[in-house]
T-cell receptor, first 114, second 115 residues
Framework: DAGVTQSPTHLIKTRGQQVTLRCSPK?????VSWYQQALGQGPQFIFQ???????QRGNFPDRFSGHQFPNYSSELNVNALLLGDSALYLC?????????????FGPGTRLTVT | AQSVTQLDSHVSVSEGTPVLLRCNYS??????LFWYVQHPNKGLQLLLK??????LVKGINGFEAEFKKSETSFHLTKPSAHMSDAAEYFC?????????????FGAGTRLAVHP
């Protein structure tokens, strides 16, 4: 059983560009959350998708947007990249059925903005 | 609002000695609490979780944590450190009731284990 997968592993972009990151949830999971982890800090919640709708959102600007597809996979889009967007972006998925609220994390996408 | 405070940014122990990583939480209702570990260049792995069952929670790799409501603490312990325990540890609270809410992470504690 594959866990949460993310692509690409690493990405280098220039300030002002746009980027799309992808996530496939663990089999059987229908809810996907995205987190940003800046260097030396704990992950910060960006938003969460369920049934193809954004259900919760953290304190991130509208430049950060997302999408969930019918197969539960998800994309994170960031427009007008800033140097401060350089971080590890983590995707997490969770099960709707009694797993004690555990979220399973993918290995992350390392985004560098130059 | 929910929050967690990890009281030590760095902890250094010798191999074979006990580990104590401290965490205090703030929550307006009964929280779900977690400890995650992150090894260099790896994803986050769940060590253990508290979801209002037993207050002493056992996790993987010999780690334990005790939920103390009166002290609003959820400290992580291990009787004997191993070199492979060197990593970043995060105390986490679920931001709401139910399994679909966001996770709120502490700033992390970096554990170093010396031979």
């Amino acid at each position: 059983d594959a866990g949460v997968t993310q692509s690409p592993t690493h990405l280098i972009k220039t300030r002002g560009q746009q980027v799309t990151l992808r996530c496939s949830p663990k089999s059987g999971h229908d809810t996907v959350s995205w987190y940003q982890q800046a260097l030396g800090q704990g992950p910060q919640f960006i938003f969460q998708y369920y049934e193809e709708e954004e259900r919760q959102r953290g304190n991130f600007p509208d430049r950060f947007s997302g999408h969930q597809f019918p197969n539960y996979s998800s994309e994170l889009n960031v427009n007008a990249l800033l140097l401060g967007d350089s971080a590890l972006y983590l995707c997490a998925s969770t099960s709707p059925r009694g797993e004690g609220y555990e979220q399973y994390f993918g290995p992350g996408t390392r985004l560098t903005v130059t | 609002a929910q929050s967690v405070t990890q009281l030590d940014s760095h902890v250094s122990v010798s191999e074979g000695t006990p580990v104590l990583l401290r965490c205090n939480y703030s929550s307006s209702y009964s929280p779900s609490l977690f400890w995650y570990v992150q090894h260099p260049n790896k994803g986050l792995q769940l060590l253990l979780k508290y979801t209002s069952a037993a207050t002493l929670v056992k996790g993987i790799n010999g780690f334990e944590a005790e939920f103390k409501k009166s002290e609003t603490s959820f400290h992580l312990t291990k009787p004997s450190a191993h070199m492979s325990d060197a990593a970043e540890y995060f105390c986490v609270v679920s931001g709401g009731s139910g399994g679909y809410n966001k996770l709120i992470f502490g700033a992390g504690t970096r554990l170093a284990v010396h031979p």
